[in-house]
């Protein structure tokens, strides 16, 4: 049984060990272990890293390095020689809306994601709903975070929002709001189809965008 051989690769992601996640991880691909259960041992340890954030026990640092591990696994255990590159999560647009220049929670997302698998295209502050729709043509992501602070920016989210229905690219995009603007807002009457409240839940509904995305398709 490869039982003790997972829980080892889940335990040193919890961890935050690296060294050993890519030790049992190439233990598991040398002994045929199939790709996708390696996969699935690296979520484990993923959820294990979560809830010790949750817990106060682990930092945004943590999260970043966790994910690091993630992707070394994946890259150095599940690709052969001469492969590509493990592919991209998923392409994401992301902004702090016109009239707010609040930037901090909105670059940790941005990191985060990044570290996670996803090209990120980061418009900055103040982005006006133009330019958010220019965006949209030019770099086609999958999802679109609009992330706002202060009161008025719900507002200017919901006319970015309105601009980019009216640009007739609302169905290509799937849209992620977020922010003390929005906490208490409904994401459906700002037009967007989530809310994130924290950085592991945008990271988990962009997981569950880019599987709905995947699932339409099949």
Known sequence: ?????????????????????????????????????????????????????????????????????????????????????FPSMGKVLICTVQGDIHDLGKLVIADVLRHNGFEVTDLGVDAAPDTVVQAIRSHKPHILILSGTIQASALSIRGTIRTVEASGLRKTVRILVGGQAVKDRSPRLLGADARSDSVLDCLRICHEFMAQAAGDKI
């Open 1 to 85: 049984m490869d039982a003790p051989r997972f829980e080892a690769l889940s335990a040193a992601v919890g961890e935050l060990n690296e060294m050993k996640a890519l030790t049992a991880a190439l233990d598991l691909a040398e002994s045929d272990a199939s790709g996708y259960a390696i996969y699935e041992a690296l979520v484990e340890g993923i959820r294990r890293v979560d809830k010790r954030y949750e817990a106060g026990e682990y930092f945004i640092a943590d999260l970043l390095m966790a994910a690091h591990i993630m992707r070394s696994v994946l890259e150095t255990a599940l690709r052969t020689p001469g492969e590509e590159r």
